[in-house]
């Protein structure tokens, strides 16, 4: 099983979360660039304003071909309800190309469900697993991914 965890994070929460699930699946991984600076208090602002709008992202150049691996595991921190910009331009630009998908997304209290709904109905494709990680998830993190990785890896199999 070829796995590829794709994410971007603005905090660098997201980002942990995704190198965890790398060790797990021994996958590659692949970080969204945003050619937008999104950093500091403004960014954030603006990045609410993105996410509200539906607005997409101009992005750098990805790395790695989606539709080279069986399972591309998808991670977003929720931005006012929804997933990040970047994450929508990544999932729009090559819904064509998944095979297998899963998603995760990290939120400070909510906005979960209508994020990983909306990642769903952007890649026209039902994942093997969605997780959601809240910021009273932090101590829990290794139980829910671990939980998260093997039913994602016993559907695989």
Do not use: Q
Not at 93 to 109: L, M, P, R, S, V
Not at 129 to 148: M, P, Q, R, V
Request: proline content about 3%.
């Amino acid at each position: 099983m070829k796995t590829l965890i794709v994410y971007y994070s603005r905090t660098k929460i997201t980002a942990n979360v995704a190198k965890i699930l790398k060790k797990k699946f021994g996958s590659d991984i692949e970080e969204i660039k945003d050619v937008k600076n999104r950093s500091g208090r403004i960014g954030w602002i603006k990045s609410c304003l993105d996410a509200i709008r539906g607005v997409s992202s101009e992005i750098k150049p990805i790395e790695k071909d989606p539709s080279e691996y069986d399972t591309v595991i998808i991670g977003t921190p929720v931005w006012a309800s929804t997933m990040a910009s970047p994450i929508l331009t990544y999932i729009t630009e090559n819904k064509e190309k998944f095979n297998d998908i899963a998603f995760f997304c990290t939120c400070g209290h909510g906005g979960y469900e209508e994020t990983l709904a909306k990642m769903e109905k952007i890649s026209a494709k039902k994942p093997l697993e969605t997780l959601f990680l809240t910021k009273s998830d932090i101590n829990a993190y290794d139980d829910k991914l671990g939980s998260y990785t093997n039913k994602i890896k016993s559907r695989l199999e």
